[in-house]
């Protein structure tokens, strides 16, 4: 239909195809396959605005026959597929690229030369991700409607990073792929910012919280002034061989190395090295470095997580609250879509929605099958009155849970009494606690031969006893294993998931066992199998045991506080791709820009292709020193692992120095960059994910106990979303309205 005609009309006459509202009178009385076409779209048109609710999705959209086939389409899991297979693509064309990290060590003194593509080969893998994301492109903003393009930044900022990306390929092609610095590297990340709703909200958080992070990191500046002037002042020795002029000459040389010293003190990646000179001169001095600590790290960094954690969490619980509008004025823009006007004997006019038009529409909705089911099931509870607003809205406030209540298929049944009893037995829970006494003694085994092994060199090693003992293990999984689809049967056995773990796990074990057997005989005194390749059949029987140590998770929904911990870990685990991926995206940008910034930097002293710790030509604690000549800037994988030393601030005064004098004094503006955005801003917010998800669940334990006295759990949270939904608001009815009032694409007349 026509953008200007209404979603819901009132009015019979007029040009254009209204979504029919009535009951099947009404498309009697209009009668012919026009009335039917106007039902039809009435119908997809619910269903449009069903899955955008399930989805937490915008419905200012198109709402025409065409643009909605073309919206679930697009929205399809194929084509969805398609488009995150092409943003993982062109993101790992940074690994083969030139500088390519196709070598098997990073390490400069032994690293081979890479094999580099040739010009055009991955030139042409990013022009077809590039026609893909035009394409994407294309279709959102036909979708959304030219007006609603101009007023969309993301879209914009699409179009614009397509256009820089496309010209930037055009050069690269023109110079034959010698080009100084590729732009449209570091505009990749932004593919994958713009195809997740979630990594928007994220981002946003972030930018609203920065001005209260800016008051916090200007006090940790002013920190830091202050004591470097202080230092510089106190540690002015006279003497050559004197605590303070060793102190000076080491951590406070110049402005620029004590603001260094002072600022990696803050992180706590130098104490106590660099207040051991002059405290080895007077102990006043560690008074200094005590204050220092105390303000930077335990005060003002601090203060930092927490202002990070009430801003973010505010700004969050703001975002999360716009989603929740979203699914609600879905869900009620599908109850105005079927709405219906009937009138009963001697009622006064309502209006509602039939149970079989909701039941009809529900077919057609992709959705979970439980969901569904479950959806389904209340709609029919109904009979056949129609729905009201309320109504309807409660039944899909199913979507808001997940029902962890596993689903497992009958017990075979047997004649015998004897199979009965032996099914009764290899199905009861102490079968499973047997189990996990046997893997118990397992590891234990494995343990006290690991003690006993240490001071042993490997050839001299004798695993007679400990690989008959592995033999008798593996025996006791296989025939546990089989006793239990023999209890359960084969569908019930599977339909657990530890079940599963454990069966590829005796599976597997079984596989290595009996290649062990095979290649070095059964066990007898003295036997030792020979190493081949990086690990023998034996190590890696071994390493495979070890998983069987999963199995104790199966003891932790027991445990009360042990289950929210967990539940918690797993919800994180579960919802952590918006936070992931904002991590992805300041790691490539930062590996980009390090790669044009320091790329074949570090080069090894001639002659020295490997520097001894004992080599008295480098200083202690460097670079040199330590060989970490892995670490560097030379290749895509390369940059990403430096990245991380750095971001885990252990020893990272060692890269500010080597550097520093490799590259330059200007090179710390990177690195202090880095550590203020992975190590203080994101690992904070981090933090403060975890802190409001624990205490969340925390409270809400604590009062379902007071409620019930007994910790249950009935639907499990699926999303970010339904993490705090708890705590969030429903939206007023007037506001839903309202909103579907100002719909850009239809009108709702009533």
């Known amino acids: 239909m026509a953008e200007s005609e209404p979603l819901l009309s009132r ?27 106007g039902w039809d779209l009435c119908f997809d048109q619910a269903v449009v605005f069903i899955e955008d609710a399930i989805q937490y999705r915008s419905i200012n959209h198109r709402m025409d026959a065409r643009s909605m086939w073309l919206y679930r389409w697009y929205y399809s899991d194929t084509c969805q597929w398609i488009l995150s297979f092409t943003i993982f693509l062109i993101l790992c064309l940074a690994f083969i690229e030139t500088p390519s990290s196709f070598t098997s060590t990073s390490d400069v003194r032994y690293r081979m030369a890479p094999w580099n593509p040739p010009c055009g080969l991955t030139e042409g893998i990013e022009v077809l991700c590039l026609l893909v994301f035009v394409a994407d492109l294309s279709v959102k903003s036909y979708l959304v409607g030219w007006v609603q393009f101009w007023k969309n930044l993301w879209l914009l900022g699409y179009l614009l990073v397509l256009i820089v990306s496309l010209t930037d390929w055009t050069v690269s092609l023109s110079l034959v792929c010698h080009e100084p610095l590729r732009i449209r590297r570091l505009f990749r990340p932004f593919f994958l910012l713009q195809n997740s709703s979630m990594m928007k909200k994220t981002l946003k958080c972030i930018r609203w919280s920065l001005p209260e992070m800016a008051s916090v990191v200007l006090l940790l500046a002013l920190h830091l002034c202050v004591f470097t002037m202080l230092g510089m002042l106190l540690f002015a020795g006279e003497k050559e061989d ?19 010293s002072l600022l990696v003190l803050l992180t706590t990646a130098n104490n106590p090295d660099v207040m051991v000179p002059a405290y080895s001169k007077n102990r006043a001095y560690a008074i200094f470095f005590i204050i220092f600590t105390l303000i930077g790290s335990l005060f003002l960094m601090n203060l930092l997580t927490a202002i990070i954690y009430n801003q973010f969490r505010g700004y969050l619980m703001k975002s999360l609250q716009a989603s929740l509008f979203r699914k609600r004025l879905g869900t009620r823009a599908a109850y105005e879509v079927l709405s219906s006007t009937a009138e009963g004997d001697g009622q006064p006019r309502g209006v509602g929605v039939k149970p079989q038009d909701l039941l009809q529409v529900l077919q057609k909705v992709q959705m979970d099958r439980t969901y569904k089911q479950a959806i389904m099931e209340m709609v029919r509870s109904h009979g056949g009155s129609l729905l009201s607003a309320d109504e309807f809205q409660k039944i899909f406030n199913e979507l808001d849970k997940r029902r962890t209540k596993e689903q497992h298929p009958p017990w075979p049944q047997y004649q015998s009494p004897f199979l009965q009893s032996a099914q009764f037995l290899f199905g009861h829970l102490y079968f499973d606690y047997l189990g996990n006494l046997i893997v118990l003694a397992n590891l234990v085994s494995i343990c006290v031969f690991l003690v006993i092994d240490a001071d042993v060199v490997p050839r001299n090693r004798d695993d007679f006893v400990l690989g008959i003992l592995n033999c008798v293990f593996v025996l006791y999984y296989l025939v546990e294993m089989l006793l239990k689809v023999f209890a359960l049967g084969l569908a019930g056995y599977l339909s657990y998931p530890s079940n599963v773990f454990d069966g590829l796990v005796t599976i597997a074990l079984l596989v290595l066992e009996l290649s062990t057997l095979a290649v070095y005989r059964f066990p007898h005194p003295g036997w030792k199998p020979e190493v081949q390749g990086l690990l023998s059949l034996w190590d890696m029987l071994r390493l495979v045991n070890m998983l069987i140590v999963f199995r104790f998770l199966r ?20 919802n952590m791709r918006a936070f992931g991926g904002i991590l992805v995206v300041v790691y490539y940008v930062f590996a980009i820009i390090g790669i044009n910034l320091f790329r ?13 710790p004992d080599n008295g030509s480098v200083a202690c604690g460097s670079y040199e020193q330590l ?14 692992v430096t990245l991380w030393n750095v971001m885990v601030v252990n020893n990272w005064q060692v890269f500010l120095d080597a550097y520093r ?28 994910l975890i802190l409001e998800n624990f205490l969340h669940k925390w409270d809400r334990r604590s009062h379902l106990q007071s409620v019930s006295g007994v910790l249950e759990t009935t639907y499990e949270m699926s999303t ?8 969030l608001e429903e939206p007023a009815e007037e506001e839903l309205v309202e909103k579907l009032k100002r719909h850009p694409h239809v009108q709702l007349c009533r």
């Open 11 to 37: 009015v019979r006459g007029g040009r254009g195809r209204h979504c029919g509202v009535g009951s099947p009178a009404f498309r009697g009385a209009l009668g012919g396959p026009g009335a039917e076409a």
């Open 242 to 260: 004197d605590g303070q002029d060793r102190e000076r000459l080491t951590y406070f040389r110049n402005l620029p190395e004590a603001l260094t």
């Open 555 to 574: 003891i932790v929904p027991s445990m009360k506080l042990m289950a929210v911990v967990a539940s918690t870990i797993l919800d994180l685990i579960k």
């Open 600 to 612: 074949g930097v570090i080069v090894v002293p001639p002659g020295n292709g490997s520097l001894a």
């Open 627 to 640: 060989e970490y000549w892995a670490n560097n800037f030379d290749d895509f994988a390369a940059a990403l």
């Open 661 to 688: 004098r490799y590259s330059g004094p200007w090179s710390k503006i990177y690195f202090v960059m880095w550590w203020l955005v992975s190590s203080v801003i994101w690992v904070n917010l981090f933090l403060a």
């Open 720 to 727: 970010v979303e339904l993490l705090f939904r708890d705590i």
